[in-house]
């Protein structure tokens, strides 16, 4: 799913081309996509782009008249940038938004169709679907503690959740944790003063690199190629191979279709967390430190 820094680099690759401009057209091709009824999708019609901003990991289109278009792309959703009058691609084709400089569209790979596009009336109904989690990039080193320390949940699961923290999912908390050298199962109202800071610290140091870094890659162009998995990264995607900090082997805890990956050494003081699937199919053999991972 795209987090926060690959959505501000698609917002801003959006403003390059949508800003001011007039959404001429919108065109679904598949209806479950669109998630509102009232106001009628033509609304948006003939509306000028005023502003581009993001709400939690949804795209939101400020036109004039006080309507919004929201999309949330989900895990497979994308949007692509192609000339005017483009047409919807047959198989993966939800929607397109023409304008006079080129052409939207709004795609969704695989069979689990999740994407969404949503047009609401009135600045009410855009701020009701705030979670209200933190701006990770915004909030300062104590708002951040008490948003984290107001429920107890692990951090992995803190960090990924829209009422805690904005923008944040799988991939980079991942990443966070990493950098921040803590347990994705460290509880929150156990965590200590300076292990905050440093994951306060690891919040903003991550996410604004790679929100570099994928500007780097995508420059003026448009990206194409969104996706969770980059060699960069430090622990996410990484099962197997070593530490780019010490190089121990990284570990993963699968949890239906989410996987945890982390560094053992870094991360959790050598202890090899369970993974549910894996240690149950090894039972007594599964090693709970680092030194008996090689024989196991």
Request: glycine share 8%; charged share 30%.
């Amino acid at each position: 799913m795209p987090e926060l820094p690959d959505l501000v680099v698609i917002i801003e690759a959006l403003r390059a081309r949508v800003l001011d401009r007039r959404l001429e057209r919108v065109r679904i091709r598949a209806p479950f996509v669109l998630r509102t009824f009232d106001p009628p999708i033509d609304e948006a019609e003939g509306r000028t782009i005023r502003l581009l901003s993001r709400i939690g990991k949804r795209i939101v289109l400020h036109l004039e008249g006080e309507r919004f278009l929201v999309v949330h792309l989900m895990i497979a959703g994308r949007l692509r940038w192609k000339p005017p009058g483009a047409a919807i691609p047959g198989k993966i084709g939800l929607a397109a938004f023409d304008f006079d400089s080129g052409t939207l569209l709004l795609t969704e790979a695989g069979t689990k169709k999740r994407a969404s596009l949503s047009l609401l009336r009135g600045s009410g109904a855009l701020a009701a679907l705030d979670p209200g989690g933190v701006e990770p990039l915004e909030v300062d080193p104590e708002r951040f503690g008490a948003a984290l320390r107001a429920r107890n949940h692990t951090l992995k699961r803190a960090l990924t959740d829209p009422r805690i923290v904005s923008g944040v999912g799988n991939a980079y908390s991942d990443e966070i944790l990493h950098r921040a050298r803590l347990s994705p199962f460290l509880l929150t109202r156990r965590i200590g003063d300076g292990e905050l800071a440093r994951l306060h610290a690891a919040c903003r140091a991550v996410l604004t690199e790679w929100i570099d870094r994928l500007r780097g890659k995508t420059k003026d162009g448009w990206p194409e190629k969104v996706t969770a998995f980059h060699e960069e990264m430090a622990a996410h995607g990484r099962f197997g191979k070593p530490c780019p900090a010490c190089g121990a082997a990284i570990q993963r805890i699968v949890h239906a279709d989410n996987e945890t990956n982390y560094c053992p050494r870094c991360q959790t003081g050598g202890r090899i967390l369970a993974d549910r699937a894996l240690s149950r199919l090894l039972r007594k053999d599964w090693p709970d430190r680092l030194e008996g991972l090689d024989e196991a």
